[in-house]
Nanobody, 120 residues
Framework: QLQLAESGGGLVQAGGSLRLSCAAS????????MAWYRQVPGKQRELVAQ??????TNYADSVKGRFTIVGDAGKTVYLEMNSLKPEDTAVYLC???????????????WGQGTQVTVSS
């Protein structure tokens, strides 16, 4: 079985910073990719940042230069968010492509989501 535990959301003023974390635990054989998405009610879920097992990163244009995704060997992915803007307000969800022991391929797993609210 697998568990993803997210933490780090909260309320912050515009210009502030937050750090989200998502820790995976369970019978993990490998993690192929890690990503953060965000969801605003009434809008499509948006890819914010992604990192592959080889360390290649990809960011949404709206967060480039402000957000940094970091994955560590301890099966945790972080999203460091600086210079936050009110339009960054959303529920942030981690997404990991994980292959478990005994399975032949990786599957997508989602965290429970954490609310980030940026006040103006």
């Amino acid at each position: 079985q697998l568990q993803l535990a997210e933490s780090g959301g909260g309320l912050v003023q515009a210009g502030g910073s937050l750090r989200l974390s998502c820790a995976a635990s369970g019978s993990i054989f490998s993690i192929n990719a890690m990503a953060w998405y965000r969801q605003v009610p009434g809008k499509q879920r948006e890819l914010v940042a992604q990192i592959t097992s080889g360390g290649k990163t990809n960011y949404a244009d709206s967060v480039k230069g402000r957000f940094t995704i970091v994955g560590d060997a301890g099966k945790t992915v972080y999203l460091e968010m600086n210079s936050l803007k009110p339009e960054d307000t959303a529920v942030y969800l981690c997404n990991l492509a994980i292959r478990l022991y005994g399975e032949g391929r990786a599957r997508d797993y989602w965290g429970q989501g954490t609310q980030v609210t940026v006040s103006s």
